[in-house]
């Protein structure tokens, strides 16, 4: 992963889904709308389990694919169970599948690939759903064609992940990733070597908020349901009176001018027409 999306999130364990904010079979800018999300990330880091949820519920979907979720997925077994969904967890590396929770269906391709492995399920999942994942793909608009290939019609595919150019992630973009893994092992100790959420190299090939440059690529892919929705702030310098107040003040001030240039994290939520 990168500099840290899992030493900051503030996600509530089994949030209860929303209720359905809009009638169903709105757009997604509509159901995004009625949700007013705050302009500060800890609001995407708290709701994004119940956000999939209610747009699993908006838009009566069950069969959920999650993106890169080997160790860590988004709910256990009898989680999903609770929550009415069926939960496939995808990676594309069979020692991170090996670690998935048990109880849990997995699948192994790579969502940037070819399509040609085994567990491949074309038009099989309602919904496709990513934490942490897109900044470490290498081909982002060719997994955004297979994402577009691989759900059912009317699925919905959201992504979370995080953008340059704000500072702290171009920062870790443009040193060598030793340098940068040296610092992420400094400040979080439980992410070194051996621990349960290792850094992995990140390369933010189109992670950014902008729909100017965004949609036009999420457009190529077959999607023209699409929401981007930005966030700014991040909790990097909690333990650092002073930059903290200057860098929320930065945020706060970028967020209400709508600066996408310096967001911090972004949903990029699209969903596929029916046949």
Not at 141 to 148: F, G, L, Q, S, Y
Not at 155 to 171: C, D, E, K, R
Not at 182 to 194: D, M
Request: aromatic fraction near 10%.
């Amino acid at each position: 992963m990168s500099l840290a999306p899992a030493a900051v999130p503030r996600m509530i364990a089994g949030a209860e889904p929303m209720e359905a904010p809009v009638q169903a079979g709105g757009s997604l800018a509509q159901v995004f709308a009625a949700l007013a999300p705050d302009w500060h990330s800890d609001w995407a880091w708290d709701h994004y389990e119940s956000t999939i949820l209610m747009l699993a519920r908006q838009y009566g979907l069950r069969s959920v694919c999650e993106i890169g979720g080997g160790r860590d997925p988004l709910f256990t077994a009898a989680q999903a169970t609770e929550r009415g969904i069926d939960l496939i967890v995808n990676d594309i590396d069979a020692g991170e599948l090996a670690l998935t929770a048990p109880g849990l269906k997995t699948a192994r391709f790579d969502i940037a690939g070819d399509l040609s492995e085994p567990d491949v399920a074309r038009g099989g999942y309602d919904m496709m759903v990513s934490r942490m994942v897109f900044e470490h793909i290498d081909g982002v608009e060719r997994a955004w064609r297979n994402i577009h290939a691989l759900l059912a019609p009317g699925g919905v595919a959201l992504a979370f992940f995080p953008t340059l150019w704000a500072p702290v992630f171009a920062l870790n973009h443009v040193l060598p990733e030793r340098l940068s893994r040296s610092i992420v092992h400094a400040l979080f100790p439980l992410r070194r070597e051996g621990g349960d959420d290792p850094k992995f190299p990140a390369l933010y090939d189109q992670c950014r908020s902008n729909p100017r440059r965004l949609v036009p690529m999420l457009n190529r892919a077959g999607f023209r349901d699409v929401h981007i929705q930005p966030f700014w702030g991040h909790g990097y310098f909690e333990r650092l009176p002073g930059l903290r107040q200057v860098d929320h003040v930065f945020n706060a001030l970028a967020a209400k001018t709508g600066w996408r240039f310096v967001t911090t994290y972004a949903y990029v939520v699209v969903r596929k027409e029916r046949d």
